[in-house]
């Protein structure tokens, strides 16, 4: 899944500012899930140093269903996403939206629908 939302010369982008230290970062997404306490928690949290702060939650519907909840409250892009690995269809749903100028993906990947004959 890419982490890429295009932000670089958008409005809002952080793309000529210093990037945030990681502490500032790890600041920022405490702040988001104070925001959230009442939604669901994610499972994992990543922060890089490219700016990004990931939230990844339950493979499952519920977790499908933590991201639109997150969605609501934050707003951005949310999307569905279905490709073939190794012969094996995967599913995940993805929240995209940027927070002061730092890009916040949630996602959770999705059991696949189960194949028609």
Known sequence: MSHDSGLVGQPGSR????????????FAATGLLE??????D??????????T????????????????????????VLADQLWTEQGTVRCARSLEFDHHGVQVVAYAFIPAPAATT
């Open 53 to 76: 702060i990931c939230f990844e939650f339950a493979a499952s519907q519920a977790g499908a269903a933590a991201v639109v909840q997150w969605a609501c409250l934050f707003g951005g």
């Open 42 to 51: 994610p499972e994992y949290i990543s922060i890089s140093d490219a700016q």
């Open 35 to 40: 925001k959230a306490i009442n939604l669901p």
């Open 15 to 26: 793309n000529d500012l210093p990037d945030l230290r990681i502490g500032v970062l790890a």
